[in-house]
């Protein structure tokens, strides 16, 4: 048997959670799903076995293939169509903060199952227990701390600072514009993700149903939320998983744009480098 263990998280003693069984083809109803579990105050949640280089942030959604018996008995304990994703570091660590799930759609297949799942939330887990399937115990939401909308709005069209590597102002101008650009596509993406209720009813008009999940009180302070996470695309298995952890909206986007330009920076200092070197070779 495996054990996991991070900060705030210690291997624990093992003790049987269920028995194993295929689970039915079915449609979950997120209307029963993660704020439901927050709400009710229930701190036990099975937990599907997910590599750190695959976690998911809100609003991301994924194609499951599970095959194993463990996640299969994990998968038919979800019984409110909500399930915990066990995020291992290639050092065999569990991450202690990790991504609440909802399951849209469970279809089976020639072997195990196909499992649509979208990241709604974020919990965090103080101990694991084992039996047939992995079970986070004592868990709770985390949540962004609550600040002023205006002060996150202004951050996120306060572009990239600093930035001395260009041209001259107009571009560097047009290069914000792009990139903000890009961000509220990718925001408007993950928004639409959650806004989906079920494969079959219309979409919700707003994040209204996730507000005391993320502990915000509005629409406003919701996608500020989430585009903080949307500014996390294309960083690194260790920087997401460092994003997820965040308690800070401000914090968490202030983190994904200096990640981003350092990459940048990085990526025109080795062009700039073959440019020389390929100039010399002439």
């Known amino acids: 048997m495996m054990s996991f263990a991070c900060a705030a998280l210690l291997p624990m003693p093992l003790r049987p959670v269920g028995t194993a069984s295929r689970p039915r083809e079915r449609e979950i109803h997120p209307l029963m799903g993660a704020p439901e579990f927050l709400a009710s105050g229930r701190d036990a949640l099975p937990l599907v076995h997910m ?7 809100p609003g991301e959604s994924r194609r499951l293939v599970i095959n194993h018996a463990e996640g299969l008995a994990a998968l038919d304990a979800a019984k409110d169509g909500v399930i915990g994703s066990l995020l291992v570091t290639p050092h065999k660590n569990a991450l202690s903060t990790t991504s609440l799930l909802e399951v849209r759609e469970v279809r089976k ?14 919990l965090h887990i103080p101990k694991i227990e084992q039996g047939r399937w992995h079970e986070a115990r004592g868990v709770t939401a985390v949540r962004d701390e609550t600040r002023g909308s205006e002060a996150q709005d202004e951050d996120a069209e306060a572009g990239e600072g600093g930035e001395g590597n260009v041209s001259g102002p107009t571009l560097l101008r047009v290069r914000r514009q792009l990139e903000a650009r890009a961000l509220e596509e990718r925001t408007r993406r993950l928004r639409d993700e959650l806004c989906v209720l079920s494969l079959d009813a219309p979409p919700a008009p707003s994040l209204a149903r996730l507000y005391g999940a993320w502990g915000v009180p509005d629409e406003t302070a919701a996608l500020a939320q989430l585009r903080s996470f949307a500014a996390c695309d294309g960083l690194s298995a260790v920087q997401r998983a460092t994003a997820l952890g965040m308690a800070d909206t401000r914090e968490r986007l202030e983190f994904a744009r200096g990640c981003a330009l350092r990459r940048r920076r990085r990526a025109e200092a080795l062009l700039a480098m073959q440019g020389a070197l390929a100039a010399r070779g002439q």
């Open 51 to 57: 590599p750190m280089a695959e976690l998911l942030l």
């Open 109 to 122: 297949e020639a072997v195990g199952v196909c499992v649509d799942v979208v990241a709604v939330g974020r």
